[in-house]
């Protein structure tokens, strides 16, 4: 009976093992070689790999949002600053319009101004010795008119040493101005040139400078090539002559004084040779 009895207490004293999770079932291990007989490990928790994993996700997803929300955002800048740039645009030529329109205005203002000034009529009554006494100064200013025409102005200028050239369908033309006075006073004023082409319908004019003309001289001699001499100067003038190149060309010289007064006309004929 003792000896059984003592069976039981060792058999009651012996320890049950504990059931448990095996290290290797719970962790990853990574195992690195760094040469022969050069081995580390590691272990991994699986809930440490889980949320890293979902981490890097998430992070991904919110970058690719954000890179979109920047090139939108860029897409639409570039929209509108094209959209500036034409409004700018029309703002700069609604500008120019506006300043041309308001040019137009105030010559028209001068315009009426100058006509209605000039078709003004006198509504007094005109004396019979008021009108004897108008056509004495009419008449005395035609004969002054006439006395000008009669006795032109001297010049004080000659043109020399003329010379022509075409080639490809460009006119060039050199000429001396010569002061034939003999002071020492440099003689200043303006030179026009005239080309014309003679065959033309309607007729066909090439100035130099370029200049407006009416009646066939300009209509504001200060816009000619200006020249001060002593003695003599060359001036060189070129013409486009496009499609008029063989046609028969003639060329007219004009000179002006200071004043605006013509001091010389010469007219000469463009050969054709080349």
């Excluded at 049950?16 to 760094?34: I, T």
């Excluded at 939108?72 to 570039?78: A, E, S």
Aim: proline share 4%.
């Amino acid at each position: 009976m003792e000896n059984s009895a003592k069976k039981m207490t060792r058999q009651n004293q012996i320890p049950k093992p504990v059931k448990g999770k095996r290290p290797h079932e719970s962790a990853f291990h990574v195992m690195v070689s760094r040469g022969v007989g050069k081995v580390r490990s590691f272990s991994l928790s699986p809930r440490l790999l889980l949320v890293s994993l979902l981490f890097f996700a998430c992070y991904i997803i919110v970058s690719l949002f954000i890179i979109n929300g920047y090139f939108d955002k860029l897409r639409t800048n570039k929209d509108q600053l094209i959209k500036i740039d034409r409004l700018q645009k029309q703002v700069e030529n609604t500008r120019k319009l506006l300043y041309q329109s308001e040019q137009r205005v105030v010559l028209l203002k001068k315009y009426n101004k100058n006509s209605k000034s000039d078709v003004a009529i006198s509504l007094e009554p005109v004396r019979p010795e008021k009108i004897e006494l108008k056509k004495g100064e009419e008449a005395g200013d035609i004969e002054a008119e006439d006395a000008l025409e009669e006795g032109p102005q001297e010049a004080t200028v000659e043109i020399k040493d003329l010379v022509t050239l075409k080639k490809e369908g460009k006119l060039t033309i050199s000429f001396k101005i010569v002061n034939t006075d003999q002071g020492d006073t440099p003689l200043r004023g303006y030179v026009h040139i005239i080309v014309t082409d003679k065959e033309s319908d309607p007729l066909q004019l090439w100035t130099y400078p370029k200049v407006a003309l009416r009646d066939g001289v300009p209509m504001n001699y200060k816009r000619g090539r200006l020249f001060v001499i002593k003695n003599f100067r060359t001036i060189r003038g070129e013409f486009f002559l496009d499609s008029h190149e063989g046609s028969a060309l003639s060329l007219k010289v004009l000179v002006y004084n200071q004043s605006g007064n013509q001091i010389l006309q010469r007219d000469f004929e463009v050969e054709n040779t080349s």
